[in-house]
Protein backbone atom coordinates (compact mmCIF):
# COMPACT_ATOMS: atom_id res chain seq x y z
CA UNK A 1 0.00 0.00 0.00
CA UNK A 2 1.14 3.66 -0.76
CA UNK A 3 1.82 5.76 1.59
CA UNK A 4 0.44 9.29 1.22
CA UNK A 5 3.99 10.61 0.04
CA UNK A 6 2.98 8.37 -3.10
CA UNK A 7 -0.35 8.49 -3.15
CA UNK A 8 -1.93 9.60 -6.58
CA UNK A 9 -5.58 11.14 -6.85
CA UNK A 10 -7.39 12.27 -10.03
CA UNK A 11 -10.03 14.46 -8.92
CA UNK A 12 -12.53 14.69 -11.33
CA UNK A 13 -14.71 17.65 -11.54
CA UNK A 14 -17.10 20.19 -14.10
CA UNK A 15 -15.53 23.39 -12.52
CA UNK A 16 -13.24 25.21 -10.83
CA UNK A 17 -12.58 28.57 -9.01
CA UNK A 18 -11.29 30.53 -10.69
CA UNK A 19 -11.84 29.38 -14.18
CA UNK A 20 -15.30 28.47 -14.13
CA UNK A 21 -17.30 28.74 -10.91
CA UNK A 22 -21.39 28.23 -10.20
CA UNK A 23 -21.15 27.54 -6.66
CA UNK A 24 -19.17 25.96 -3.79
CA UNK A 25 -18.05 23.26 -5.83
CA UNK A 26 -16.00 25.84 -8.23
CA UNK A 27 -14.67 26.97 -4.85
CA UNK A 28 -14.29 23.04 -3.26
CA UNK A 29 -12.07 22.00 -5.96
CA UNK A 30 -9.66 24.26 -5.75
CA UNK A 31 -8.85 24.75 -2.27
CA UNK A 32 -9.33 20.70 -1.68
CA UNK A 33 -6.85 19.71 -3.86
CA UNK A 34 -4.31 22.76 -2.65
CA UNK A 35 -4.65 20.85 0.65
CA UNK A 36 -4.25 17.71 0.06
CA UNK A 37 -0.95 18.57 -1.98
CA UNK A 38 -0.11 20.14 1.08
CA UNK A 39 -0.16 16.38 2.42
CA UNK A 40 2.37 15.62 -0.74
CA UNK A 41 -0.53 13.18 -1.99
CA UNK A 42 -0.33 13.85 -6.08
CA UNK A 43 -3.75 15.07 -7.10
CA UNK A 44 -4.35 16.44 -10.63
CA UNK A 45 -7.69 17.69 -11.72
CA UNK A 46 -9.64 16.72 -14.74
CA UNK A 47 -11.69 19.63 -16.57
CA UNK A 48 -13.96 19.61 -18.94
CA UNK A 49 -12.48 22.33 -21.99
CA UNK A 50 -14.68 25.32 -21.78
CA UNK A 51 -13.68 28.08 -23.47
CA UNK A 52 -12.55 29.98 -19.82
CA UNK A 53 -10.76 26.67 -18.96
CA UNK A 54 -8.06 26.73 -22.20
CA UNK A 55 -7.77 30.21 -21.59
CA UNK A 56 -6.98 30.10 -18.09
CA UNK A 57 -4.05 27.48 -17.39
CA UNK A 58 -1.31 27.49 -18.30
CA UNK A 59 1.90 25.37 -20.08
CA UNK A 60 -0.74 23.28 -22.22
CA UNK A 61 1.07 20.10 -24.12
CA UNK A 62 -1.19 16.99 -25.77
CA UNK A 63 -0.59 14.01 -23.44
CA UNK A 64 -3.44 11.57 -25.48
CA UNK A 65 -5.86 11.61 -28.15
CA UNK A 66 -9.30 9.86 -27.74
CA UNK A 67 -10.26 9.44 -31.30
CA UNK A 68 -11.93 5.73 -31.03
CA UNK A 69 -14.49 6.18 -28.25
CA UNK A 70 -17.47 5.21 -30.57
CA UNK A 71 -20.33 7.37 -28.46
CA UNK A 72 -18.50 10.67 -28.51
CA UNK A 73 -16.52 12.94 -30.90
CA UNK A 74 -13.51 13.52 -30.94
CA UNK A 75 -11.17 14.88 -28.22
CA UNK A 76 -7.77 15.54 -27.29
CA UNK A 77 -6.44 15.26 -23.52
CA UNK A 78 -4.36 18.28 -22.57
CA UNK A 79 -1.63 18.54 -19.73
CA UNK A 80 -1.37 21.86 -18.38
CA UNK A 81 -1.46 24.11 -14.98
CA UNK A 82 -3.46 26.34 -12.79
CA UNK A 83 -1.75 28.90 -10.65
CA UNK A 84 -4.21 30.10 -8.09
CA UNK A 85 -1.51 32.06 -6.34
CA UNK A 86 2.42 32.61 -6.56
CA UNK A 87 3.03 29.38 -4.13
CA UNK A 88 -0.16 27.34 -5.11
CA UNK A 89 -0.52 25.22 -8.38
CA UNK A 90 -2.63 22.47 -9.32
CA UNK A 91 -1.74 20.29 -12.39
CA UNK A 92 -4.84 19.62 -14.80
CA UNK A 93 -5.77 17.41 -17.69
CA UNK A 94 -7.87 19.29 -19.41
CA UNK A 95 -10.65 17.55 -22.23
CA UNK A 96 -10.17 19.55 -25.48
CA UNK A 97 -13.66 18.72 -27.44
CA UNK A 98 -14.65 21.68 -29.27
CA UNK A 99 -17.95 20.04 -30.21
CA UNK A 100 -18.59 19.34 -26.60
CA UNK A 101 -17.32 22.12 -24.67
CA UNK A 102 -16.83 25.13 -27.22
CA UNK A 103 -19.34 27.49 -26.67
CA UNK A 104 -20.31 30.68 -24.82
CA UNK A 105 -22.50 30.56 -21.71
CA UNK A 106 -21.93 28.50 -18.31
CA UNK A 107 -20.81 25.19 -17.83
CA UNK A 108 -24.35 23.32 -17.56
CA UNK A 109 -26.78 25.99 -19.24
CA UNK A 110 -26.76 28.72 -22.05
CA UNK A 111 -27.28 32.50 -21.67
CA UNK A 112 -30.74 32.17 -21.52
CA UNK A 113 -30.91 29.75 -18.48
CA UNK A 114 -31.92 26.49 -20.36
CA UNK A 115 -30.03 23.40 -20.13
CA UNK A 116 -27.51 22.19 -22.46
CA UNK A 117 -29.14 19.53 -24.37
CA UNK A 118 -26.46 17.49 -25.10
CA UNK A 119 -25.31 17.43 -21.28
CA UNK A 120 -24.99 13.58 -21.19
CA UNK A 121 -22.56 13.37 -23.43
CA UNK A 122 -20.74 16.53 -22.69
CA UNK A 123 -20.42 14.79 -18.79
CA UNK A 124 -20.43 11.21 -20.17
CA UNK A 125 -17.25 12.01 -21.55
CA UNK A 126 -15.75 13.60 -18.74
CA UNK A 127 -16.94 10.53 -17.12
CA UNK A 128 -15.86 8.14 -19.49
CA UNK A 129 -12.29 10.12 -19.72
CA UNK A 130 -12.06 9.77 -16.07
CA UNK A 131 -12.86 5.87 -15.87
CA UNK A 132 -10.00 5.75 -18.16
CA UNK A 133 -7.45 7.37 -16.96
CA UNK A 134 -7.89 5.83 -13.69
CA UNK A 135 -7.36 2.15 -15.36
CA UNK A 136 -5.03 0.07 -17.09
CA UNK A 137 -6.98 1.32 -20.44
CA UNK A 138 -5.10 4.56 -19.84
CA UNK A 139 -2.82 6.17 -22.76
CA UNK A 140 -0.57 7.76 -20.11
CA UNK A 141 2.01 6.86 -17.78
CA UNK A 142 0.26 8.81 -14.66
CA UNK A 143 -1.51 6.25 -12.82
CA UNK A 144 -3.83 7.22 -9.81
CA UNK A 145 -4.81 4.89 -7.27
CA UNK A 146 -7.86 6.96 -6.88
CA UNK A 147 -10.47 8.48 -8.70
CA UNK A 148 -12.78 11.21 -6.61
CA UNK A 149 -15.71 12.07 -8.26
CA UNK A 150 -17.40 14.81 -7.86
CA UNK A 151 -21.53 15.34 -8.09
CA UNK A 152 -23.42 14.56 -10.91
CA UNK A 153 -21.09 15.30 -13.64
CA UNK A 154 -18.69 12.90 -13.10
CA UNK A 155 -21.05 9.86 -11.22
CA UNK A 156 -20.73 7.46 -14.31
CA UNK A 157 -17.06 7.46 -13.69
CA UNK A 158 -17.61 4.76 -11.13
CA UNK A 159 -19.88 2.70 -13.48
CA UNK A 160 -17.83 2.87 -16.25
CA UNK A 161 -15.07 0.96 -14.11
CA UNK A 162 -17.31 -1.00 -12.66
CA UNK A 163 -17.57 -2.87 -16.20
CA UNK A 164 -13.88 -2.50 -16.74
CA UNK A 165 -12.61 -6.28 -16.42
CA UNK A 166 -9.37 -4.74 -15.95
CA UNK A 167 -7.08 -3.03 -13.49
CA UNK A 168 -8.47 0.22 -12.00
CA UNK A 169 -8.54 3.03 -9.43
CA UNK A 170 -10.63 2.58 -6.44
CA UNK A 171 -13.60 5.36 -6.43
CA UNK A 172 -14.79 7.96 -4.07
CA UNK A 173 -18.01 9.95 -4.49
CA UNK A 174 -18.74 13.20 -3.17
CA UNK A 175 -22.15 14.56 -2.81
CA UNK A 176 -22.21 18.75 -2.89
CA UNK A 177 -25.74 18.69 -3.33
CA UNK A 178 -28.23 15.87 -3.98
CA UNK A 179 -30.78 17.69 -5.25
CA UNK A 180 -29.32 17.61 -8.68
CA UNK A 181 -28.41 14.06 -10.15
CA UNK A 182 -27.58 14.47 -13.87
CA UNK A 183 -31.52 12.84 -15.27
CA UNK A 184 -31.80 11.70 -18.65
CA UNK A 185 -33.81 9.14 -21.10
CA UNK A 186 -33.40 5.26 -20.65
CA UNK A 187 -31.93 5.76 -24.23
CA UNK A 188 -28.93 7.61 -22.89
CA UNK A 189 -27.74 3.90 -21.74
CA UNK A 190 -26.75 2.91 -24.95
CA UNK A 191 -25.73 6.09 -26.49
CA UNK A 192 -23.19 6.34 -23.53
CA UNK A 193 -21.74 2.95 -24.28
CA UNK A 194 -22.94 1.90 -20.97
CA UNK A 195 -24.06 -2.23 -21.45
CA UNK A 196 -28.17 -2.12 -21.67
CA UNK A 197 -28.33 -4.85 -18.18
CA UNK A 198 -26.85 -1.95 -16.17
CA UNK A 199 -29.99 -0.03 -16.89
CA UNK A 200 -31.91 -1.68 -13.64
CA UNK A 201 -32.62 -0.68 -10.17
CA UNK A 202 -29.44 -2.48 -8.90
CA UNK A 203 -27.20 0.02 -11.50
CA UNK A 204 -28.10 3.04 -13.17
CA UNK A 205 -31.93 3.13 -13.56
CA UNK A 206 -33.88 5.68 -11.27
CA UNK A 207 -37.35 5.88 -11.45
CA UNK A 208 -37.28 5.25 -15.34
CA UNK A 209 -34.54 6.68 -16.52
CA UNK A 210 -30.91 7.00 -16.44
CA UNK A 211 -29.24 8.98 -12.80
CA UNK A 212 -25.65 10.23 -13.15
CA UNK A 213 -25.80 10.65 -9.92
CA UNK A 214 -27.51 7.42 -8.49
CA UNK A 215 -25.10 5.17 -11.20
CA UNK A 216 -22.09 7.02 -9.13
CA UNK A 217 -23.70 6.35 -5.50
CA UNK A 218 -24.62 2.30 -6.43
CA UNK A 219 -20.76 1.64 -7.79
CA UNK A 220 -18.08 3.71 -6.03
CA UNK A 221 -16.19 2.33 -3.49
CA UNK A 222 -16.91 5.36 -0.35
CA UNK A 223 -19.64 7.98 -0.34
CA UNK A 224 -18.45 11.13 1.11
CA UNK A 225 -20.59 14.56 1.69
CA UNK A 226 -19.93 17.98 2.43
CA UNK A 227 -20.87 17.63 5.93
CA UNK A 228 -21.95 15.24 9.06
CA UNK A 229 -25.18 17.17 9.46
CA UNK A 230 -26.03 16.25 5.63
CA UNK A 231 -24.89 12.87 5.49
CA UNK A 232 -27.61 12.21 7.87
CA UNK A 233 -29.83 14.09 6.35
CA UNK A 234 -29.84 12.57 2.88
CA UNK A 235 -30.62 8.77 4.13
CA UNK A 236 -34.28 10.62 5.17
CA UNK A 237 -37.51 10.86 3.00
CA UNK A 238 -37.28 14.48 2.95
CA UNK A 239 -33.85 15.07 1.91
CA UNK A 240 -33.24 11.58 0.18
CA UNK A 241 -34.14 12.71 -3.25
CA UNK A 242 -35.66 9.67 -3.84
CA UNK A 243 -32.14 8.15 -2.82
CA UNK A 244 -32.83 7.42 1.04
CA UNK A 245 -32.85 3.99 0.55
CA UNK A 246 -29.79 3.52 -1.20
CA UNK A 247 -28.47 5.83 1.14
CA UNK A 248 -29.32 4.32 3.99
CA UNK A 249 -28.57 0.74 2.65
CA UNK A 250 -24.71 2.02 2.36
CA UNK A 251 -24.45 4.46 5.82
CA UNK A 252 -21.28 2.10 6.21
CA UNK A 253 -19.92 3.46 3.61
CA UNK A 254 -20.90 7.30 3.89
CA UNK A 255 -18.67 9.47 5.51
CA UNK A 256 -19.91 13.26 6.25
CA UNK A 257 -16.14 15.65 6.06
CA UNK A 258 -17.13 19.49 6.76
CA UNK A 259 -16.11 21.88 3.84
CA UNK A 260 -13.20 23.78 4.75
CA UNK A 261 -12.79 27.72 2.83
CA UNK A 262 -9.73 29.10 1.20
CA UNK A 263 -8.22 30.90 4.02
CA UNK A 264 -5.95 33.14 1.92
CA UNK A 265 -8.74 34.06 -0.66
CA UNK A 266 -10.84 35.13 1.91
CA UNK A 267 -8.90 36.75 4.63
CA UNK A 268 -10.33 40.37 5.75
CA UNK A 269 -6.17 41.18 6.67
CA UNK A 270 -5.01 41.18 3.05
CA UNK A 271 -8.20 40.59 0.91
CA UNK A 272 -8.02 43.42 -2.09
CA UNK A 273 -11.68 43.68 -2.74
CA UNK A 274 -12.22 45.72 0.62
CA UNK A 275 -12.11 49.30 1.42
CA UNK A 276 -9.93 49.00 4.58
CA UNK A 277 -8.46 45.67 5.76
CA UNK A 278 -9.01 44.50 9.20
CA UNK A 279 -7.99 41.58 11.77
CA UNK A 280 -9.76 41.06 15.14
CA UNK A 281 -7.02 43.19 16.49
CA UNK A 282 -8.63 46.20 14.85
CA UNK A 283 -12.61 45.59 14.15
CA UNK A 284 -12.95 49.05 14.05
CA UNK A 285 -11.63 49.51 10.40
CA UNK A 286 -14.55 46.81 9.76
CA UNK A 287 -16.85 50.10 9.76
CA UNK A 288 -15.29 51.64 6.64
CA UNK A 289 -15.94 48.57 4.75
CA UNK A 290 -20.19 49.33 5.85
CA UNK A 291 -19.74 52.65 5.03
CA UNK A 292 -18.17 51.59 1.62
CA UNK A 293 -21.16 48.90 0.96
CA UNK A 294 -23.71 51.61 1.85
CA UNK A 295 -22.49 54.11 -0.47
CA UNK A 296 -21.89 51.95 -3.42
CA UNK A 297 -24.96 50.28 -3.14
CA UNK A 298 -27.26 53.44 -2.82
CA UNK A 299 -28.38 53.07 1.01
CA UNK A 300 -28.66 55.45 3.71
CA UNK A 301 -24.96 55.87 5.47
CA UNK A 302 -25.70 55.05 9.10
CA UNK A 303 -23.50 53.45 11.48
CA UNK A 304 -25.76 52.99 13.73
CA UNK A 305 -28.55 51.01 11.49
CA UNK A 306 -27.73 46.94 11.50
CA UNK A 307 -27.05 46.27 7.80
CA UNK A 308 -28.06 42.73 6.74
CA UNK A 309 -26.06 40.89 3.85
CA UNK A 310 -26.59 38.55 1.40
CA UNK A 311 -24.75 36.10 -1.49
CA UNK A 312 -27.04 33.80 -2.98
CA UNK A 313 -28.74 31.67 -5.68
CA UNK A 314 -32.69 33.56 -5.51
CA UNK A 315 -34.47 30.56 -5.45
CA UNK A 316 -36.47 28.25 -3.01
CA UNK A 317 -33.86 25.68 -1.60
CA UNK A 318 -31.90 29.15 -0.52
CA UNK A 319 -35.09 30.71 1.22
CA UNK A 320 -35.53 33.73 -0.48
CA UNK A 321 -39.30 33.77 -1.08
CA UNK A 322 -39.48 34.01 2.80
CA UNK A 323 -37.15 36.69 3.17
CA UNK A 324 -39.41 38.39 0.49
CA UNK A 325 -42.14 38.08 2.78
CA UNK A 326 -40.22 39.57 6.16
CA UNK A 327 -38.49 42.44 4.16
CA UNK A 328 -40.84 45.25 4.70
CA UNK A 329 -40.67 44.13 8.43
CA UNK A 330 -36.99 44.40 8.32
CA UNK A 331 -36.94 48.11 7.51
CA UNK A 332 -39.24 48.69 10.28
CA UNK A 333 -36.75 47.35 12.87
CA UNK A 334 -35.36 49.81 11.24
CA UNK A 335 -32.51 47.73 9.82
CA UNK A 336 -30.93 47.44 5.98
CA UNK A 337 -30.95 44.41 3.32
CA UNK A 338 -28.25 44.24 0.53
CA UNK A 339 -28.23 41.34 -1.88
CA UNK A 340 -26.10 40.06 -4.58
CA UNK A 341 -27.41 36.87 -6.71
CA UNK A 342 -29.72 35.13 -9.52
CA UNK A 343 -31.23 32.59 -10.58
CA UNK A 344 -35.31 32.79 -10.18
CA UNK A 345 -36.84 35.14 -12.44
CA UNK A 346 -39.80 35.91 -10.66
CA UNK A 347 -37.99 36.25 -7.47
CA UNK A 348 -35.71 38.51 -9.08
CA UNK A 349 -38.32 40.52 -9.74
CA UNK A 350 -40.39 40.89 -6.69
CA UNK A 351 -36.90 41.75 -4.83
CA UNK A 352 -36.01 44.38 -7.55
CA UNK A 353 -40.08 46.09 -7.00
CA UNK A 354 -39.13 45.77 -3.34
CA UNK A 355 -35.66 48.49 -3.81
CA UNK A 356 -38.51 50.64 -5.53
CA UNK A 357 -40.75 50.89 -2.41
CA UNK A 358 -38.09 51.00 -0.05
CA UNK A 359 -34.56 52.63 -1.90
CA UNK A 360 -32.62 53.95 1.25
CA UNK A 361 -33.06 50.40 2.73
CA UNK A 362 -33.01 47.31 0.50
CA UNK A 363 -30.83 47.24 -2.65
CA UNK A 364 -30.22 44.22 -4.79
CA UNK A 365 -27.90 43.36 -7.55
CA UNK A 366 -28.80 40.82 -9.78
CA UNK A 367 -26.12 39.09 -11.42
CA UNK A 368 -22.81 37.72 -9.49
CA UNK A 369 -19.39 39.86 -8.45
CA UNK A 370 -17.16 38.12 -6.80
CA UNK A 371 -15.28 41.93 -5.64
CA UNK A 372 -19.19 42.09 -4.35
CA UNK A 373 -19.11 39.57 -2.37
CA UNK A 374 -16.01 39.92 -0.44
CA UNK A 375 -17.05 43.48 0.09
CA UNK A 376 -21.15 41.94 1.76
CA UNK A 377 -18.71 39.79 3.55
CA UNK A 378 -16.90 42.51 5.02
CA UNK A 379 -19.30 45.58 5.23
CA UNK A 380 -22.76 43.81 6.15
CA UNK A 381 -22.92 43.53 10.53
CA UNK A 382 -24.95 40.04 10.06
CA UNK A 383 -25.08 37.55 7.06
CA UNK A 384 -28.38 36.13 6.41
CA UNK A 385 -28.48 32.47 5.08
CA UNK A 386 -32.08 31.07 5.76
CA UNK A 387 -31.89 28.27 3.35
CA UNK A 388 -34.59 25.20 4.02
CA UNK A 389 -31.55 22.65 3.34
CA UNK A 390 -27.23 23.28 2.45
CA UNK A 391 -25.61 20.47 2.59
CA UNK A 392 -22.27 22.56 3.64
CA UNK A 393 -22.55 26.37 3.05
CA UNK A 394 -19.56 28.55 2.25
CA UNK A 395 -20.46 31.64 2.86
CA UNK A 396 -21.38 31.06 6.56
CA UNK A 397 -17.29 30.36 7.01
CA UNK A 398 -16.75 33.27 5.13
CA UNK A 399 -18.77 35.13 7.43
CA UNK A 400 -17.17 34.33 10.92
CA UNK A 401 -13.99 34.85 9.33
CA UNK A 402 -14.73 38.00 8.49
CA UNK A 403 -16.49 39.06 12.02
CA UNK A 404 -20.05 39.04 10.49
CA UNK A 405 -22.32 36.31 12.06
CA UNK A 406 -24.72 34.71 10.14
CA UNK A 407 -28.28 34.31 10.43
CA UNK A 408 -28.39 30.32 9.24
CA UNK A 409 -31.83 27.73 9.42
CA UNK A 410 -30.79 24.59 11.58
CA UNK A 411 -30.15 22.31 8.64
CA UNK A 412 -26.86 20.67 7.35
CA UNK A 413 -23.59 21.93 7.29
CA UNK A 414 -25.17 25.02 8.70
CA UNK A 415 -25.82 23.49 11.77
CA UNK A 416 -22.46 22.24 11.96
CA UNK A 417 -21.04 25.20 11.79
CA UNK A 418 -23.02 27.84 13.32
CA UNK A 419 -23.39 28.02 16.91
CA UNK A 420 -26.40 30.05 18.40
CA UNK A 421 -25.82 33.14 20.31
CA UNK A 422 -27.45 32.69 23.77
CA UNK A 423 -25.95 33.87 27.29
CA UNK A 424 -24.61 30.84 27.84
CA UNK A 425 -22.74 30.89 24.52
CA UNK A 426 -21.64 34.33 24.34
CA UNK A 427 -19.93 33.79 27.86
CA UNK A 428 -18.28 30.62 27.68
CA UNK A 429 -16.98 31.76 23.61
CA UNK A 430 -18.58 29.67 21.48
CA UNK A 431 -21.19 32.11 19.84
CA UNK A 432 -20.79 32.74 16.65
CA UNK A 433 -24.37 33.71 15.16
CA UNK A 434 -28.10 32.79 15.03
CA UNK A 435 -29.69 29.30 14.70
CA UNK A 436 -33.42 29.60 13.77
CA UNK A 437 -35.88 26.38 13.72
CA UNK A 438 -38.07 25.04 12.19
CA UNK A 439 -38.05 26.98 8.65
CA UNK A 440 -40.60 29.56 9.00
CA UNK A 441 -41.24 33.13 7.69
CA UNK A 442 -42.27 33.98 11.63
CA UNK A 443 -39.07 32.19 12.87
CA UNK A 444 -36.78 34.09 10.20
CA UNK A 445 -38.23 37.64 11.43
CA UNK A 446 -38.06 36.95 15.19
CA UNK A 447 -33.90 35.62 14.42
CA UNK A 448 -33.34 38.90 12.53
CA UNK A 449 -34.91 41.13 15.22
CA UNK A 450 -33.01 39.10 18.18
CA UNK A 451 -29.70 39.38 16.06
CA UNK A 452 -30.24 43.27 15.57
CA UNK A 453 -31.35 44.01 19.14
CA UNK A 454 -27.60 42.15 19.96
CA UNK A 455 -26.27 44.71 17.81
CA UNK A 456 -26.93 47.36 19.75
CA UNK A 457 -25.05 46.16 22.72
CA UNK A 458 -22.02 47.36 20.86
CA UNK A 459 -19.53 44.95 24.18
CA UNK A 460 -21.35 41.77 23.61
CA UNK A 461 -21.28 42.32 19.94
CA UNK A 462 -17.52 42.71 19.47
CA UNK A 463 -17.39 39.94 21.55
CA UNK A 464 -19.51 37.65 19.20
CA UNK A 465 -17.45 39.19 16.03
CA UNK A 466 -14.34 37.81 18.38
CA UNK A 467 -15.85 34.20 18.50
CA UNK A 468 -16.40 34.24 14.87
CA UNK A 469 -13.44 35.48 13.13
CA UNK A 470 -11.15 32.96 16.22
CA UNK A 471 -12.50 29.85 14.31
CA UNK A 472 -10.60 27.69 12.01
CA UNK A 473 -12.15 27.07 8.98
CA UNK A 474 -8.92 25.74 6.73
CA UNK A 475 -8.87 22.93 5.07
CA UNK A 476 -6.06 21.30 7.00
CA UNK A 477 -8.16 18.91 9.08
CA UNK A 478 -10.30 18.10 5.95
CA UNK A 479 -7.43 17.05 4.07
CA UNK A 480 -6.32 14.86 6.53
CA UNK A 481 -9.78 13.06 6.95
CA UNK A 482 -9.76 12.70 2.70
CA UNK A 483 -6.69 11.21 3.16
CA UNK A 484 -7.53 8.77 5.75
CA UNK A 485 -10.31 7.62 3.63
CA UNK A 486 -8.01 7.33 0.23
CA UNK A 487 -5.93 5.20 2.21
CA UNK A 488 -8.56 2.91 3.65
CA UNK A 489 -9.71 1.81 -0.11
CA UNK A 490 -6.07 0.88 -1.20
CA UNK A 491 -5.26 -3.01 -0.97
Not at 128 to 151: E, F, V
Not at 210 to 226: N, Q
Not at 229 to 257: D, K, M, V, W
Amino acid sequence: MPSSQELRVLFITPEVFPLCKTGGLGDVSAALPIALRSLQIDVRLLLPGYPQVLAGVKYKSKVAEFNELPQFPPATLLSARLSLSKSEHIPVFVIDCPGLYHREGGPYMDALGRDWPDNALRFGLLSKIGAILSSDASPIAWQPHIAHCNDWQSGLTPAYLHYHAGKKAATVMTIHNLAFQGIFPPGSVVQLGLPPDSFDINGVEYYGNLSFLKAGLYHTDHITTVSPNYAEEIQTESLGFGLQGLLAGRRQHITGILNGISTSEWDPATDPHLAKNYTNKKLSDKAVNKSTLQQQMGLAVDADIPLFGIVSRLNHQKGTDLLIQVAPQITKIPAQLVILGSDHAELEHQLTALTQTYPHEIAVRIGFSEALSHLIEAGADCFLMPSRFEPCGLNQMYSQRYGTPPIVHATGGLLDTVVDCTPITLANGSASGFVFYPMTAENLLNTIKRAATAYHHKKNWQRLQKNCMAKDFSWHTSAAAYREIYLSLLP
